[in-house]
């Protein structure tokens, strides 16, 4: 990833409206929200998500596509992801112990759960 892709990710998840709509399209992954569904989920108008979604889909951080009349927006994960790593290259300075704390907390946080055992 380059720079400027990595700033422009970044500034778009910087105002508390797109954040939050980032989230919570990632929690309902991978089914994506309608738009409609997502500007009422933050209690927004939706012709002020829309241009917050603008500016996401500009940063390559959400996708959309359309079914019937409802527009479905997606977080793309791929793009995050590449954030993410761009952020932490080199964060250790050849040094694994500094950036072992994060990755913990990056598994630990999306580590698929479990299924309990049922027993008989």
Same mark, same amino acid.
């Given at each position: 990833?380059?720079?400027?892709q990595?700033?422009?990710?970044?500034?778009?998840?910087?105002?508390?409206?797109?954040?939050?709509?980032?989230?919570?399209?990632?929690?309902?992954?991978?089914?994506?929200?309608?738009?409609?569904?997502?500007?009422?989920l933050?209690?927004?108008?939706?012709?002020?998500?829309s241009?917050?979604?603008?500016?996401l889909?500009?940063?390559?951080l959400?996708?959309?596509?359309?079914?019937?009349?409802s527009?479905?927006y997606r977080?793309?994960?791929?793009?995050f992801r590449?954030?993410?790593v761009?952020?932490?290259?080199?964060?250790?300075?050849?040094?694994?112990?500094?950036?072992?704390?994060v990755?913990?907390?990056?598994?630990?946080?999306?580590?698929? @759960?479990? @299924?309990? @055992?049922?027993?008989?």
């Amino acid at each position: 990833m380059e720079t400027d892709q990595a700033v422009l990710a970044l500034a778009a998840l910087s105002q508390p409206t797109r954040l939050e709509a980032f989230r919570a399209l990632v929690r309902h992954e991978p089914e994506g929200l309608a738009a409609g569904d997502l500007a009422r989920l933050l209690e927004v108008p939706q012709n002020t998500l829309s241009a917050h979604l603008s500016v996401l889909s500009r940063a390559r951080l959400v996708c959309s596509e359309r079914h019937s009349r409802s527009i479905i927006y997606r977080a793309n994960l791929g793009e995050f992801r590449e954030v993410a790593v761009f952020l932490l290259r080199d964060c250790c300075g050849g040094r694994p112990e500094v950036c072992e704390p994060v990755v913990e907390t990056l598994q630990s946080c999306c580590s698929p @759960k479990r @299924k309990e @055992k049922v027993r008989a």
